[in-house]
């Protein structure tokens, strides 16, 4: 793959805060990229200075191998996407879409012929004329990627564009934005919050805190591999349980309250391993019921403590161990399944290949 976007250990100061903080980043071409982290982790100011909307305080960043320092804006091979949209209430869809090609040397014909490609390819085809004032949160969302992308811009650059819409239509639009990007071949920059949105859109995913990039991944290998409690705990559900390292060579040796003595590969353990405490991360759905309730090999028993039922999962809080610590366990619901009741004693199998550790 071919490396269009570099940050180049780029840092932002606002006074004495530290917006983004020696940031460094290799985006290919035709990727879809998320930046994704919690409110003031840094993701939309680093996304400004991609655009040109901020400078940096330090570090470089190249566009198709060309530096941007001092470039303006208008003058990078980019486009962005607001959050809100930013259409003309004024102007019709046409209108809002051929906006930036008003300086454009190209004909009236050539215009009209680009403005409904752009349309039929957003889903928008036959509303040429309608006002912006008519059109729907979704539609809107297209009027605004429309506009962007008449320009074919190498980067189209993406500020949390879904934020406002309702739950159905933003996972719509998840899958229409990831078919559209795959029908054009641009490289898509995506600032979200949203860890579902992230999986769901993304061929990688950098995870930012306090304005550093603590992991890139693809969406996968962030959930089942996270390098660091921070962004297991981020990424989807994780249970974590403390544990004892009784032995660290090729494979390590713990022993916890809950799960009991065990062994789990090297490589499923992140950081060093400089005292002989650890910290093991285990998802929801790598933790099963017995159905039957009887004695299974390797099972821990436990006491459901609360239910929660999701439509096609079920969520389970189960105290376990000595100290009843409390295990998050999901079950897919199907029909005729059992429902396990408050205060049922249960016994549950745990994926010990499926396991995470870290440094405490």
Known sequence: ????????????????????DGVSLEIDQGQFFSLLGPSGCGK??????IAGFERPSSGHLLIDNKPMDGVEPNLRPTNMVFQNYAIFPH???EQNVAYGLRKKSISKIEKEEMINQVLELVGLSELNLRSAN?????????????????????VLLLDEPLSALDKKLREQM?????HLQRAVGITFILVTHDQEEALTMSDKVAVMFDGKVEQVASPRELYERPTSQRVASFIGAMNFINGTVMEAKNE???NSDILGPLTISRSQVFGDLTENKIIIGIRPERISIVSDGSSVTGSISGRIT???YFGETTYYKVACG???ETLTVSAQNSFGQMDYQIGEEVKLNVDIKSLVGFSD
């Open 322 to 324: 000595k100290g009843s």
């Open 306 to 308: 609360d239910a929660s």
């Open 252 to 254: 390590i040796g713990i």
């Open 1 to 20: 793959m071919t490396t269009l976007v570099e940050v180049q250990d780029i840092s932002k100061s606002f006074g004495a805060v530290n917006a983004v």
């Open 174 to 178: 998840q899958l229409e934005l990831r």
């Open 134 to 154: 008519a059109l729907s949160g979704g539609q809107k969302q297209r009027v605004a990627l429309a506009r962007a992308l008449i320009l074919k811009p190498k």
């Open 44 to 49: 939309t100011t680093l996304l400004r200075l």
């Open 91 to 93: 102007l019709n869809v």
